[in-house]
């Protein structure tokens, strides 16, 4: 089988790559309330483009009034599947190319959507048509699922299925690594806000605005704020940031006009779930703000969130660290600030590893050093960790996959972000992540290696194989 698999998957080499590179190029950003569909315009759009790549391989293509659809083979009333997503988090700044050119360059396709999602969920796609051109029968009906709102978290695309055709026997969603992921960190994401009664100040240096970050799911390249006051103290906080700046060797600008400073900082996107892997703009502007003599209540709350969050990605500054010897570290993101003269939000992610501190003592924790603060808390969602049995008949066959497929030891890993597997049972995340592999997903200049998408669609052919046999 594995020469003809091999033939399979690389004569639709250039089919798979042009579907991929034309999927980037639609925009499909979640956009509340737009000509009446379910997640805005784009993603319909990018919906309809995969649907009708799939009706040209072949397979039968059911969509649920735009909440979600999918792409079957086989008429069995027990289904297995594969479910990935189109729908991508915002570019951001720091690239180096149009993060919506799906182009192919020295062997990579360029853009958002090429690791995450589209990318692997295309190979899934032509890895089912691969398995089909085998003519290996099946005993079960397999669908592809076209997700589309998996990076707001809330997934409602997974209640539309199960609503309409309940849990499949089992599943995995490539918006993982390899081997085989049966642990996912649990997610706790919360805005806190907060209300000044009083912020300018005659005597001191008074906050106009603060802003940075895109969204929950990236870490913030951006950020900055506006600082009003009397010349000669915006001088001297503006020589006081560049130089603890510079001995941080932080990327920051200040500039001064007439009675205002703005200072803006720049640091690397990343995954919201892999903050160490990036560099948080709004953290390095709060240590910074720290530094001058901001006024009033506002300054003492701005010092509040340098000291307990600030460029902290463990949590070991708020004292909910935790540490699993599979699951990892706790993880933690500030992701979003925006704020003027009376008030401030900011938004922050927090990961905890399976089989570590209870969730409700890291939301205790977080409201009692908030609402010391006077600060209010809104829990945006909770959504405990993943963790699938390595006795379980799902991850016996995914293991068995990755063997056949590779030869290699299927090993057991953890993973950091939330995927498709908290709320749609029997799944878990198999690919497309291979270990030592760039992770951009993001963060700018995404880009997925050819070889690997290959690769993968070769895998995970051998997947969908043994779930559906």
């Not at 009706?55 to 293509?61: I, Q, T």
């Not at 720049?266 to 703009?281: F, I, Q, R, S, Y």
């Not at 909910?320 to 925006?338: K, Q, R, Y």
């Not at 299927?410 to 592999?437: D, H, Q, R, W």
Request: hydrophobic share 40%.
């Amino acid at each position: 089988m594995d020469k003809r698999l091999d033939s399979i998957v690389k004569s639709y080499s250039t089919r798979l790559i042009n579907c991929v590179c034309e999927s980037i190029r639609i925009r499909s950003i979640y956009t509340p309330d737009e000509d009446g569909s379910h997640y805005g315009r784009e993603i319909a759009t990018a919906a309809e483009h995969a649907m009708a790549e799939a009706r040209k391989l072949g397979f039968r293509v059911v969509d649920l009034d735009g909440a979600v659809a999918w792409a079957e083979y086989g008429t069995s009333e027990e289904t297995v599947a594969v479910m990935g997503h189109l729908d991508i988090v915002h570019p951001g700044d720091g690239w180096d190319f149009d993060p919506y050119s799906g182009i192919v360059e020295n062997g990579y396709i360029l853009g958002r959507g090429s690791q995450d999602d589209k990318g692997p969920l295309f190979s899934s796609l032509f890895a089912l048509k691969a398995v089909v051109d085998l003519g290996i029968p099946l005993k079960r009906k397999v669908r592809v699922i076209f997700g589309l709102d998996e990076e707001t978290g809330k997934m409602r695309d997974v209640e539309a299925y199960l609503k309409s055709e309940g849990a499949p026997l089992m599943a995995f969603t490539p918006d993982g690594e390899y081997p085989v992921v049966n642990t996912e960190k649990g997610a706790i994401k919360f805005k806190a806000h907060k209300i000044f009664a009083e912020n300018s100040s005659s005597k001191g240096l008074s906050i106009v605005a603060v802003n940075g970050g895109e969204s929950l799911g990236s870490v913030p390249a951006q950020a900055y704020a506006i600082i009003r006051g009397v010349n000669f103290m915006l001088t001297s906080a503006s020589k006081n940031i560049e130089q603890k700046a510079s001995r941080l060797s932080w990327n920051v600008s200040c500039r001064i006009d007439e009675d205002t400073l703005k200072v803006s900082t720049t640091g690397k996107a990343a995954h919201a779930t892999l903050p160490e892997l990036g560099e948080n703009a709004i953290g390095r502007l709060l240590v910074l703000l720290a530094d001058i003599d901001i006024s009033g209540e506002y300054g003492s709350y701005l010092k509040f969130l340098a000291e307990k969050i600030g460029v902290d990605t463990k949590g070991i500054s708020m004292e909910i660290n935790a540490e699993h010897p599979h699951s990892g570290n706790l993880t933690l993101n500030l992701a979003l600030i925006e704020g003027d003269a009376e008030t401030v939000t900011i938004s922050v992610g927090i990961y905890v590893p399976a089989n570590t501190v209870p969730f409700e003592a890291v939301c205790f924790r977080i409201e009692k050093e908030f609402n010391d603060q006077g600060a209010e808390i809104e829990i945006l969602s909770r959504i405990p960790p993943l963790f699938v049995s390595e006795d379980s008949m799902l991850i016996k066959k995914l293991q068995a996959a990755y063997y056949n497929a590779t030869g290699k030891e299927p090993k057991l890993i953890s993973m950091c972000g939330s995927t498709y597997s908290k709320k749609m049972p029997n799944m878990v995340p198999f690919g497309a992540t291979f270990t030592g592999e760039e992770e951009r997903a993001h963060g700018a200049n995404e880009r997925a290696l050819i070889s690997n998408l290959l690769e993968s669609t070769r895998i995970m052919a051998y997947a969908i194989l043994e779930m559906a046999k």
